[in-house]
């Protein structure tokens, strides 16, 4: 991390379609997509919850995570993103303006919203689930801590 960084995670939901690109001489990959991030409260007087304030960023990734990001992530994902912040300048319409951007070094499925498979990258073998659902709903068996894992 740099002095005088702006390190930052945020847990929202993936807002626009993912963008992938190559730039450069050496052709490295780069993603990039809008976020959205809402905060949910319960309204004291009518006891339902409502959107509260609302953030919205412009997420870029680049090389090997911009690779995944551009094959797993659609509009609408629940996502965990941690990055730097910074923002970006631009003159567009001879107007000087300003988006803030999270350079990401790290993003996942928030499995409070979803399920998520993780493929590991370079390891053809698939690995045991960690319950077996019996197709009621219930869990059927769970492994013992260690066991169906390799150490690879």
């Not at 807002?15 to 997509?33: I, K, P, Q």
Request: proline share 5%; net charge neutral; with cysteine.
């Amino acid at each position: 991390m740099a002095l005088g960084e702006t390190p930052l995670t945020i847990v929202g939901t993936v807002l626009s379609e993912v963008s992938t690109r190559s730039v450069g001489e050496n052709g490295h990959h780069v993603a990039s997509f809008w976020l959205r991030s809402h905060e949910r409260r319960r309204d004291k007087e009518t006891m339902e919850w409502v959107d509260g304030r609302q953030l919205t960023v412009r997420v870029t990734c680049w090389r090997r995570l911009a690779e995944s990001v551009g094959g797993s992530l659609v509009k609408g994902d629940p996502v965990i993103v941690s990055g730097r912040l910074y923002t970006r300048e631009f003159v567009a319409d001879g107007q000087s303006k300003s988006i803030a951007e999270l350079e990401a070094h790290a993003i996942g499925p928030n499995l409070t919203r979803c399920t998520a498979l993780v493929r590991r990258k370079g390891r053809p073998e698939q690995p045991e689930p960690l319950w077996e659902d019996n197709g009621e709903g219930e869990v059927s068996r769970a492994l013992s801590p260690g066991e169906g894992m390799s150490a690879a």
